[in-house]
């Protein structure tokens, strides 16, 4: 909670080796279950290790825990984080460290954990398109762990929550379906890239086969480039075809 009493690289060390003693028994007894790890901003402490998606990507490839660990995603604890409600999805996704996701909801305002029941088509719909860009997310899989307001008292209340989350998840589910299969978006996506792919030197800086001084001779004679729109507007409008 305070690091006036803590040794913060002592506490990250020690919590990497009960990460590992986990590891050790897991397979001292042939277990096969996909370990995660879930990230929750500002809950419960103030230096801690999985504040996002990409904090615990660094606390694990530092202790070389990565290959034993995968990331479930709370996007309400994304937006805890500062980040959009699918950012720790797609930063995890990115890496092949997306193991499960629970479909929380949140108020962006609120400094809190609320667990709300997904029911924005826009926010499911960018959320399912990178679980089918990755190519599904088996053995996990997206789960409620979500409550009901204080309000909603009656017992038709879990019902209707339950039932619309998984309606919202399903439209968004369709949605990504057929954003991929027009493919609009890829599109726009690989043009964008273009250059990466037909330039020779972009070539060998993908490749680690370049320099700064090669790069700075390059820009010195070509010029300067051609802006290209990147066409931001006209993607987001775009996306609510598919909502």
């Not at 020690?14 to 590891?23: K, Y």
């Not at 959320?127 to 599904?136: D, F, N, Y």
């Not at 209707?160 to 919202?168: K, Q, S, Y």
């Amino acid at each position: 909670m305070t690091a006036l009493n803590t040794d913060v690289r002592a506490e990250l060390d020690h919590m990497a080796e009960f990460l590992r003693m986990c590891v050790a028994h897991k397979k001292k007894i042939g277990a096969t279950m996909q370990f995660l790890i879930e990230p929750k901003a500002r809950e419960p402490t103030a230096h801690q290790y999985d504040y996002d998606a990409q904090t615990v990507m660094g606390f694990l490839n530092h202790y070389g825990l990565q290959n034993d660990f995968k990331i479930n995603i709370e996007p309400n604890h994304t937006t805890l984080a500062g980040h959009d409600y699918e950012h720790c999805i797609r930063m995890s996704s990115a890496f092949s460290m997306l193991g499960s996701v629970d479909c929380n909801a949140g108020q962006p305002y609120l400094g809190w954990d609320t667990d709300e029941f997904p029911s924005d088509p826009r926010k499911a719909l960018l959320c399912m398109l990178i679980i089918v860009q990755q190519g599904g997310i088996a053995p996990g899989g997206n789960n409620f762990d979500s409550k009901l307001r204080r309000e909603s008292t009656d017992l038709e209340d879990m019902f209707v929550a339950h039932i619309g989350g998984m309606d919202c998840l399903a439209r968004g589910l369709r949605g990504a379906v057929k954003l991929i299969e027009e493919g609009v978006f890829d599109k726009a996506i690989k043009e964008r890239y273009r250059s990466w792919e037909e330039e020779d030197l972009a070539k060998k800086v993908v490749k680690g086969e370049s320099s700064l001084e090669e790069v700075a001779k390059f820009a010195k004679g070509k010029g300067e480039p051609k802006l290209a729109s990147g066409k931001q507007e006209y993607l987001e409008q775009m996306l609510n075809r598919y909502i």
